[in-house]
């Protein structure tokens, strides 16, 4: 990236977090989560897969690291990992090396797994 652009990279708070402490995604679980609940902290990227490993956001259905979820500039944006994955957001297909930004109620659709971007909301108390 420009030196521009990589200053705008540096100013962001989760960005210099993420420098910091080299963590791009944190996964966080607490005790006696419901099964549908998950935190994820994204500082950078995560990714989205079946690897629990490996991915801030687990779908059991997918292969092992499918999409990249990106936060910049306080926007979500979604692209795939591989290229043998089919990835689209609400019906528009996104290529290899492309990047869709996403806003609230997008649906995404990852190979055979279809789920929808929402706002963040508590489930338990």
Do not use: M
């Not at 956001?57 to 692209?79: K, Q, R, W």
């Amino acid at each position: 990236p420009s030196s521009a652009a990589s200053d705008v990279y540096k100013r962001q708070p989760l960005w210099r977090i993420s420098a910091k402490t080299q963590w791009d995604s944190l996964k966080i679980e607490r005790l006696n989560n419901l099964t549908e609940e998950e935190y994820v902290v994204i500082c950078q990227t995560a990714f989205i897969g079946s690897s629990h490993k490996l991915c801030g956001i687990s779908i059991a259905e997918l292969p092992s690291i499918a999409a990249n979820l990106i936060y910049l500039d306080n926007t979500f944006f979604i692209g795939s990992a591989h290229r043998s994955v089919q990835l689209s957001v609400n019906g528009t297909s996104i290529e290899q090396n492309e990047l869709a930004a996403l806003t609230v109620n997008d649906v995404i659709r990852i190979n055979d797994v279809e789920f929808s971007f929402l706002a963040y909301q508590q489930l338990h108390i």
